[in-house]
């Protein structure tokens, strides 16, 4: 609740009365005294006034605790001392109108106020919270008193003093032995318990003395004024001791109810006994009073120990349930717990050692925990549990210990033991070591380590796994090395043509190649698709030979059910020293493969400055291309084809080049591939065919049986539009078919020999001529000449160069121009550069040359000056 103030024990109110009352209460008390001998009714006044004012300071302490506390107890606690204060002055009234039988009213008094106060002050917060509490400290102090009482009455000369005074001072000291007790032992607002409780012995001092002095007609006042206080100091000094406290089973606040010690039973029988001897040895026997105060003695602190045997045996049904429970869980656990001593010998283990690892207390009580450990992981938790004993992280967490263990089978476990600093525990005094089992956990680990490091297809290492051995290779000083980057061409086919399933096996079949040609120091690893990739520590010579190895390794052919297949591959190279970092040698690698790629299947190349250069030109080139057309970069070039009988142009070829305005003139050998892969081929081809026609018709020289050839892809030459758009731009140009011939090449007439039939058929219906290009070059046999519906043969520069051998037989040239003479079929002799390559072609009856050697290739304004002075009429 919500606390005024002026309500608290703070405020300068409460201080001024809590000095004042004591001193005022003194001051009137010592007038009293003096004025004693004069006049009775001066002790009335005394203790009157220490009455006022010890009420004033017990009720103002009340108040504020139970302003402070807000608690019912706190309320009632007031209560009770206010009728306290009440019956204190009752009972003062009673002592002064000296009624009949005023003896037992004050002994009545004198009780009723003790028991008062006692309650007052075992209400306030944090005294005593239960009855079983209360009753305890009620037999604590009143043993005390009691005990103290006899002693006081055996060695003082009260044995003088009337029974009802008598009694008043029992009444009196046991009543201030409990509340002493009582404060002593208060946990909450301590101070203001203390002054309560001074407060409450203060009145029944005064109380006691008054009811004493009247009584007994000043007889006894010096022993009840001076063995009263020292009762009392007796009772703080024996409590001192005594505060040992015991859980209470019943509620949360632990403090609440105690074991009564030894100390406090042993000081108050002490006094008791060594007063009965002196009394004996000194005074003589015992009186009727004596026995019956020792009776009372022996039968409360009977009681007493009745309660702590009571004590002791709940205090002993809870710790065999808490060590039950304790057995309970420590068996059913799932880790192992040890106990250690500072020299790290084990001296218990929990129940679960047989069923987690197998262990038998004679196997390990004993021995050291290190001794239980893989002599490899000693060190390491060896120097973990000395800086836990040297106390360096005291208010740190426990040590945690990685290691393995040596079960009751003989087989290392992985463990991970937490070790707890309970030194510092009475109870416990020792290290606290639990251990857990985490084989399954690191297995788990290891298991994802593996899976995170390597290809689940082929089984081979990851990308992620060949970066970090690249990055350890070149960490190690003067370590040489290569990395080999392998692309498979024809996979992307097998996958839609036999499904997925078959490409998964050529995959798994590959890596299983490339790991036959490697040693044991080299890394295969699949980078992903149809990428793999090797990690050698050879050097520049046998990493080429490796490489050269894998390629003629992966082209043999692969037998799965049901099919084969076969697969042509690219392959780079790069010296591991050759980047900055991992990933720029990877980058090398990957660049020389590409241009491996670029030039042919089933190829080698090694990285270098130049393939760098000549990449980023070509995506240059790639990117530029696409716009050429529209901004008028293209040209053509044409060079003559001449009769060799008498050396008149006959029909000139259309060469296409690109006028590239950084890059120079781009030829047609480096600008067709590109154009097959940006996808453009057909387009140029198309423009190729119309610039031409455009210029032919334009040519007034050469006649109409002067003819031009033009290079057509293979892609625009099977579709299925081609036909038409030829016819449509010989009409646009006004030329007779007969004038173009459409030139085919070898290399790719064999891979879709019927589309090729048909299409060229399409054009010898619209009276177009073809020519076979290049024938020689490739490996097209010589009987598809039978089926191909063509009109000439454009031999490779190969069969020209070509010198006979008498001694073998007729040269080359002579057999395929005889055979196409045979099939009437017209021969070009291409690549004539000398005057004895004309004389051969011619010698081995060709009809017709074309070389650097008869004429260079020309624009279109120089061509047509060409034919007019060259070609008759």
């Known amino acids: 609740m919500a606390v005024q103030p002026t309500a608290r024990i703070g405020t300068w109110r409460h201080r001024v009365a809590f000095l004042a009352a004591p001193v005022a209460g003194a001051l009137v008390l010592v007038a009293g005294l003096i004025g004693l001998i004069s006049d009775p009714a001066a002790l009335a006044v005394g203790v009157g006034g220490v009455a006022i004012w010890a009420t004033v300071v017990l009720v103002h302490t009340a108040l504020a605790i139970h302003h402070r506390d807000g608690t019912f107890a706190a309320c009632r606690g007031a209560g009770y001392i206010g009728m306290g204060a009440l019956a204190t002055g009752a009972t003062t009234a009673v002592l002064v109108a000296d009624p009949p039988g005023r003896g037992s009213y004050a002994a009545a008094g004198v009780g009723a106020t003790a028991v008062l106060y006692i309650l007052g002050t075992m209400l306030l917060p944090g005294a005593a919270s239960t009855v079983a509490v209360r009753l305890r400290r009620a037999f604590d102090g009143l043993g005390l008193g009691v005990a103290l009482g006899f002693a006081a009455y055996l060695v003082t000369p009260m044995k003088d003093t009337p029974a009802a005074a008598l009694i008043c001072v029992l009444l009196a000291a046991a009543g201030i032995s409990i509340v002493t007790v009582i404060v002593l032992r208060a946990r909450l607002h301590r101070p203001a318990a203390l002054r309560c409780g001074g407060g409450a012995i203060l009145v029944l001092l005064s109380l006691c003395a008054a009811a004493n002095l009247i009584l007994s007609d000043r007889a006894g006042w010096v022993v009840t004024i001076f063995g009263l206080p020292i009762v009392a100091g007796l009772g703080f000094t024996a409590e001192g001791g005594s505060r040992r406290n015991l859980p209470d089973a019943t509620g949360p606040r632990e403090q609440d109810q105690y074991l009564s010690g030894y100390p406090l039973l042993a000081v108050p029988a002490g006094i008791g006994v060594v007063a009965a001897l002196y009394h004996l040895a000194f005074l003589g026997p015992f009186d009727k009073t004596a026995v019956l105060l020792g009776i009372s003695m022996v039968a409360v602190l009977t009681m007493r120990e009745l309660l702590v045997v009571s004590d002791i045996r709940r205090y002993t049904g809870q710790l065999r349930t808490k060590e039950a429970h304790f057995r309970s869980l420590v068996a059913g656990a799932t880790d192992l717990t040890l106990v250690l001593d500072d020299k790290l010998t084990v001296r218990w283990q929990s129940p679960a050692a047989a069923r987690l690892f197998g262990l038998s207390d004679s196997e390990v009580i004993g021995r050291t925990f290190l001794q239980l450990i893989h002599p490899e992981d000693v060190p390491g938790a060896q120097a973990g549990l000395e800086t836990l004993l040297s106390g360096e992280h005291d208010d740190g967490p426990p040590a945690l210990l990685n290691a393995r263990i040596r079960d009751g089978h003989g087989m290392w476990r992985d463990t991970e033991s937490t070790v707890a600093d309970q030194r510092s525990v009475p109870e416990v005094a020792a290290l606290v070591v639990h251990v857990r089992d985490v084989g399954e956990r690191r297995h788990l680990e290891r298991t994802l380590h593996k899976l995170s ?223 097959r892969a940006v996808g453009c081929a057909a387009e140029l081809d198309e423009w190729v065919l119309d610039a031409a026609c455009r210029h032919l018709a334009g040519w007034s020289a050469g006649g109409s049986d002067f003819w031009l050839s033009v290079n057509v892809s293979p892609r625009e030459l099977l579709t299925a539009r081609f036909p038409e758009r030829v016819a449509e731009i010989l009409d646009r140009h006004d030329l007779e078919p007969e004038r173009l011939v459409v030139e085919v090449q070898e290399t790719w007439v064999a891979e879709d020999l019927p589309a090729v039939v048909a299409s060229l058929t399409s054009l010898r219906k619209l009276g177009v001529r073809a020519a076979l290009d290049d024938f020689g070059a490739g490996q097209a046999a010589l009987s598809h000449l039978r089926r191909l519906p063509v009109d000439m043969l454009k031999l490779d520069q190969v069969l020209v160069n070509t010198p006979p051998e008498p001694a073998v037989g007729p040269a080359v040239i002579d057999v395929v121009v005889s055979l196409g003479r045979r099939l009437g079929l017209e021969t070009v002799a291409k690549g004539l550069e000398t005057p004895e390559q004309i004389e051969r072609a011619r010698h081995a009856g060709c009809l017709y040359g074309q070389g650097f050697a008869l004429a260079r290739p020309a624009p279109a304004e120089r061509m047509e000056a060409y034919l007019d002075t060259h070609r008759t009429s």
């Open 453 to 675: 490091y390597t290809d689940q297809l082929t089984g081979l290492a990851n990308r992620r796994a060949l970066m970090r051995d690249v990055l350890e290779h070149r960490r190690r000083a003067g370590q040489h090395g290569t990395l080999l980057v392998i692309d498979l061409h024809g996979l992307a086919e097998i996958n839609d043509s036999k499904g997925r399933e078959i490409g998964d096996a050529v995959l798994i079949q590959v890596g299983r190649r490339i790991r036959s040609l490697l040693t044991e120091d080299d890394v295969a690893a699949r980078l992903g698709g149809d990428e793999f990739a090797v990690l050698t520590t050879d050097g520049a010579v046998l990493a080429y030979a490796l490489a050269t190895r894998i390629v003629t390794l992966l082209m043999e052919p692969y037998q799965l059910p049901g099919t084969i297949v076969e697969l042509h591959t690219s392959v780079g190279l790069a010296e591991l020293t050759g980047g900055s970092d991992s990933e720029e040698v990877l980058r090398h690698a990957d660049l020389a493969r590409s241009r491996a790629r670029q030039l042919g299947h089933d190829r080698v190349e090694w990285y270098d400055t130049d393939i760098e250069m000549q990449l980023h030109r070509r995506m240059d080139l790639e990117r530029e291309l696409l716009g050429a057309v529209e901004r008028g970069e293209l040209d053509l070039v044409f060079q003559p084809v001449v009769s060799l009988r008498d050396e008149q142009p006959v029909g000139v070829e259309a060469l296409l080049r690109w006028r590239h305005p950084k890059l120079g003139t781009i030829m047609p050998a480096e600008l067709l591939p590109i154009a």
